[in-house]
């Protein structure tokens, strides 16, 4: 029962910002325009000052990972390049599809989903690990979703805007900032302090009311097929290959909880972002993070649960 109220009171608090943000456009409190400035926000401002605060605070002693780093950036490596050949083959001469499903199925919502839920479930202090593990993806996943992105639009890649794209995202330079600041000891009065408590306080729940508020359920019936294969992979046989795999190799504890997140999270929202700047189906986008998201409520939940009651997650 403990294992069980721990799981619900990590996730229905988030659940229910998702449902006040859906319920907010839906009654049309905040306009449209209202929550695509709010995602923007949260995404260029909010989050990298949480990612920042989370690794300069950090312990590093315990905080990195480098085993669970290098087992995460493999596994990340081997879903996409899985989804990249597969497919072309299931849906042909359909190129915007494709490097929508690729990116649906290989970015997480790591950020704006993911800290809240460790945060919930571990406490802020053990978020450090989760938050190094999120800076480190940005590494891989930037680089090969442009490269994606550009393939299926028959561009060729300029290696140039590949690496200014990788070293420009906001999670990644919240982050390096967060490491140089940390490394050469720079210290902060305290109103900057406060200013940036205070940032942080805000940027999972106003992220989660902004992804509530992306939820379009219209249109499901155009895009039956895809929605349904990339909602199957991203919240059911990816987490259970790549899981399973770390299991067995010995991972426990905050790492293995870190890991169970980064590959159980719904479709990252700037899926759609991608999609609509580069190759891309927008609407199809929008399909796998609104119902991608909603499965991942109660796939999470059921992961954690499990992991929990076997004893996984502890030490």
């Keep these: 029962m403990d294992n069980f109220l721990l799981c619900v009171n990590g996730i229905f608090p988030l659940l229910l910002l998702m449902l006040l943000g859906y319920g907010l456009r839906r009654i049309h409190f905040i306009p449209d325009a209202g929550f695509d400035a709010l995602d923007k926000l949260c995404f260029k401002i909010f989050i990298p000052v949480m990612l920042f605060s989370n690794v300069y605070y950090a312990d590093f002693s315990t905080a990195f990972q480098l085993d669970a780093i290098l087992f995460m950036e493999i596994a990340m490596a081997a879903v996409f390049l899985a989804i990249f050949l597969l497919a072309p083959r299931l849906f042909p001469n359909q190129n915007a599809l494709c490097a929508t499903l690729v990116h649906g199925v290989s970015h997480g919502n790591l950020a704006a989903l993911g800290i809240p839920l460790i945060n919930n479930l571990f406490g802020q202090d053990q978020t450090a690990v989760f938050s190094i593990m999120v800076a480190c993806s940005s590494l891989l996943t930037n680089p090969v979703l442009v ?134 189906d927008p609407a199809l986008a929008s399909q796998l993070v609104v119902h991608s998201s909603i499965v991942s409520i109660f796939t999470i939940f059921l992961w954690l649960f499990s992991f929990l009651q076997l004893g996984l997650l502890q030490g």
């Design 147 to 280: 490269f994606e992105h550009t393939y299926f639009q028959g561009d060729k890649l300029k290696v140039g805007k590949m690496i200014w794209k990788v070293f420009t995202s906001p999670f990644l330079v919240g982050t390096l900032l967060g490491l140089f600041c940390m490394a050469v000891r720079i210290t902060f009065p305290p109103f900057i302090e406060t200013f940036v408590a205070n940032l942080k306080s805000v940027s999972s729940p106003l992220a989660l009311i902004a992804l509530g508020g992306s939820f379009a359920l219209k249109d499901l019936k155009n895009y039956a097929k895809p929605v349904i294969l990339g909602v199957t992979l991203k919240c059911v046989v990816v987490p259970a290959i790549v899981l399973g795999i770390a299991v067995a190799l010995g991972f426990r504890g905050i790492v293995l909880a870190s890991l169970l997140v980064i590959f159980t999270c719904p479709s990252a929202t700037a899926t759609f972002s991608y999609c609509r700047g580069y190759c891309g």
